[in-house]
């Protein structure tokens, strides 16, 4: 992407490129949009170990300096789920998949739409964040109605995430452009992948925006004489799940197209790159029931369906699993490695982005396999609302995506300012002891999970201590309590560096740290006519789009259907 791509330097010249007064531009919006997310996630993150603490038995949130600031236990927990869960990731993501296709395909976009659409963002941010911060919308980040927050709450949401889909349209419309510029041209791979990922947030993000602008939004105004709490909660879903892959795919870009490089190797194959990111677009939606096999009046028939839906979108992350391993093999064995596992030590585990990539793998197997768990309709009642699933989401989230955007920041900074990466030794122990820290909140949950503990409970404070005495969850306990520590300790290394780095004096041509991007073992080509067929047939993203479209009106339309028969108006609740 930084050296000139075939398919830039033979384009016709109708499209035009980028200049160097747009790239500046465009690099300091991909900043903004960087440091805005890493600022939610460091507030975030501090409000970590006080949950990590409570299901370590020890109840912080009754200490005079946390009583003065905030609310309640659910206050704490609302903050740190929406700012790193939801804030984070879009803002990170907004600016991510806008900088890397718009280098891939050398276009020029218009910037002042996209600072509009920047600023949008922050307004929403900001907006939202009011409520929250005053306690008027302890709501959680899945704002089950009828509990009832502000509607500033909801305002500001729904204006962060139209902000998302502006993003999106930018990038569709500046593929398209291109598309129409260079006929019978393959789409270069970075952009296949980001275009891939945002029209299925297009798709995805349906749900959510109708549950808040139609049901959310009018109710907490009080326009609404009530809401539907199945309703809503159907339409959250039907975005809450693919929102998960919406924080991972562009996570995937980074294993895909950077990582190899930065170990030393290749990409795998382009044409399975391709189809995992196909498959995504059209199955990732078609599965949200996956989180409600507890909710009555659905149909068993449909709930089924989704979980079967939910083991076919788990395929293309096997397949990422494959490409990964092969690319990181590719890298180590041409760096002298040897043997059935040996050639793990020759990968460069001195280079703190690689690490925290490989690391953030290493926890995605585990995360992984528990995800296919929560999705089994025999195994959900078992670990459904306890302790189990905040255990798997921090080694999705927390980790697969959220130490991957950290190891991209050591070299998107550098690359995007011309600073150099501050202490590199300690940004490698920070994504070391983020690492560490995750596995032991994974295991202490996931463990006191499966003995019933439930979630989203302040357990440190229960009336009855004696049931949770009783478990003896010792062990568990006191691994949750240590690893909100190392997790504290994480933190404050991987910032030290973050703002030492962003607060050192420009020392080189921001260029000369290239965007790390791979060559493939297996490329596509550049033409469709020489492409093989798995090639041209992932190529047509609109049509998938629409395929995918069409496989979600199937499954929740019978879903839904009977839910907008019989409607029902239930009251506002607030509880805290
Ligand atoms: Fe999940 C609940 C099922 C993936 C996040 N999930 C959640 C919640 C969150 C979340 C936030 O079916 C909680 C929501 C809430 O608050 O209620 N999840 C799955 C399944 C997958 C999955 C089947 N989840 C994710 C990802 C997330 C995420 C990704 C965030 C980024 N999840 C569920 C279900 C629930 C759920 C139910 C509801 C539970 C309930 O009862 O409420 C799959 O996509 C997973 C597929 C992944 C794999 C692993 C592939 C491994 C790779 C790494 C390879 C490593 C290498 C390293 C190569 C099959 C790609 C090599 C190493 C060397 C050293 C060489
Ligand atoms: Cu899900």
Redesign the pocket.
């Known amino acids: 992407m930084t050296t000139a791509l075939p398919s830039q330097s033979s384009s016709r010249a109708a499209l035009p490129g980028l200049d160097a007064a747009t790239l500046t531009s465009l690099k300091k919006l991909t900043q903004a949009y960087a440091v805005t997310a890493f600022l939610a996630l460091m507030i975030g993150v501090l409000l970590g170990p006080l949950q990590a603490l409570n299901y370590g038995g020890i109840n912080v949130y009754d200490s005079p300096l946390l009583k003065a600031l905030l609310g309640s236990y659910y206050q704490g927990l609302t903050l740190h789920g929406v700012l790193n869960?939801l804030v984070f990731t879009q803002f990170f993501i907004s600016g991510w998949m806008l900088y890397l296709p718009v280098r891939d395909l050398n276009v020029r976009p218009n910037m002042r739409f996209a600072w509009f659409t920047y600023l949008t963002m922050t307004a929403g941010l900001l907006t939202a964040a009011v409520p929250l911060l005053t306690n008027d919308a302890t709501v959680l980040?899945?704002f089950y109605p009828p509990l009832e927050g502000s509607p500033v709450f909801y305002i500001g949401a729904a204006v962060m995430v139209a902000a998302s889909l502006l993003v999106a349209g930018q990038v569709v419309w500046l593929w398209l452009a291109w598309k129409r510029a260079h006929p019978g041209r393959v789409t270069p791979v970075v952009t296949y992948m980001s275009v891939a990922t945002w029209l299925m947030w297009v798709v995805a993000a349906l749900g959510l925006v109708v549950e808040v602008v139609v049901l959310l939004i009018p109710w907490s105004l009080g326009l609404t004489r009530g809401v539907d709490p199945l309703l809503a909660r159907t339409l959250f879903w039907w975005t809450?799940h693919p929102i998960?892959?919406f924080?991972?795919l562009p996570a995937y870009i980074s294993w895909y197209a950077f990582l190899p490089r930065q170990a030393g190797g290749r990409m795998a194959s382009e044409g399975l790159t391709r189809l995992a990111f196909a498959m995504f677009l059209v199955f990732s939606v078609p599965v949200g029931l996956?989180?409600q096999?507890a909710d009555p009046n659905v149909q068993n028939t449909w709930k089924v369906i989704h979980m079967f839906l939910?083991f076919l979108?788990?395929v293309p992350?096997?397949l990422?699993?494959f490409s990964?391993?092969a690319s990181?093999e590719d890298a180590a064995r041409a760096h002298g490695g040897r043997g059935l596992i040996g050639w793990?030590r020759r990968l460069p585990w001195g280079n703190a982005s690689m690490t925290a990539q490989?690391l953030a793998?290493?926890s995605?197997?585990f995360?992984?396999?528990g995800?296919?768990v929560?999705?089994s309709i025999a195994f959900?009642p078992v670990?459904?609302?306890t302790a189990w699933?905040p255990g798997?989401?921090h080694i999705?989230?927390g980790t697969?995506?959220t130490l991957t955007f950290m190891g991209v920041m050591f070299w998107l900074v550098p690359h995007l300012t011309g600073k150099r990466l501050a202490s590199p030794r300690v940004a490698l122990a920070s994504v070391w002891w983020w690492f560490t820290g995750m596995m032991l909140l994974a295991l202490g949950m996931h463990w006191q999970g499966l003995a019933g503990v439930p979630r989203r409970a302040l357990v440190s404070a229960s009336a009855q201590q004696g049931v949770y005495d009783a478990m003896h969850l010792g062990l568990p306990k006191a691994i949750t309590a240590a690893s909100g520590i190392v997790l504290f300790v994480a933190a404050i290394l991987f910032y030290a560096v973050l703002w030492r780095t962003l607060l050192s004096r420009r020392v080189d041509d921001p260029e000369r740290t290239p965007i790390p991007t791979s060559e493939a073992i297996s490329a596509a080509g550049e033409t469709l006519a020489d492409a093989s067929p798995l090639v041209r047939r992932t190529e047509p993203l609109l049509a998938l789009t629409f395929a995918a479209l069409v496989l979600v009106i199937l499954v929740y339309g019978p879903v839904i259907a009977p839910m907008l028969a019989n409607y029902q108006f239930i009251p506002g609740q607030r509880l805290w």
């Open positions: 869960a980040y899945t809450g998960v892959y924080w991972l996956h989180h096999y939910t979108v788990a992350s096997l990422t699993a990964a391993a990181l793990v490989v793998m290493v995605f197997i995360g992984g396999a995800g296919i929560n999705a959900s670990v459904h609302n699933i798997h989401f999705t989230v697969a995506t």
